[in-house]
């Protein structure tokens, strides 16, 4: 099913525009920092960080109210990170990776109810 959906999106990115709007900011800006044109110009990186804003987003929801600053906190850290990338794609989706397993633990160790 994965391989699928791959496929899917892959032969849908040719219609999509060059530049497309990434979830944490606006690609039409013109003031964007390097990592964020990097970005805006990479559809996997682009993808990369819709997954990360969407689950940073969801699991902010989820964590209990005095942990959301720390997981804000965690998130303002790791974007210092990703910027210090500069135009390096490769540390950008490195960046990326890291932070999506972070996030992924941050939801496991959540409590949840039987």
Not at 30 to 58: G, H, P, Q, S, Y
Not at 60 to 77: F, H, I, K, Y
Request: hydrophobic share 45%; proline share 4%.
């Amino acid at each position: 099913m994965a391989l699928i959906g791959l496929v899917v999106m892959a032969g849908a990115a040719p219609l999509l525009p060059l530049h497309a709007q990434a979830a944490s900011f606006d690609c039409a800006k013109t003031d964007l920092a390097v990592d964020e044109k990097v970005i805006c110009e990479d559809r996997t990186l682009n993808d990369l960080d819709v997954k990360m804003v969407t689950t940073f987003d969801i699991l902010t929801g989820l964590v209990p109210m005095g942990n959301r600053d720390t997981l804000r906190d965690e998130q303002s850290a790791w974007l210092k990170k990703r910027q210090a990338c500069g135009s390096d794609a490769a540390c950008i989706r490195s960046a990326y990776q890291e932070r999506m397993r972070q996030l992924e633990e941050a939801y496991k160790s959540l409590i949840r109810p039987l």
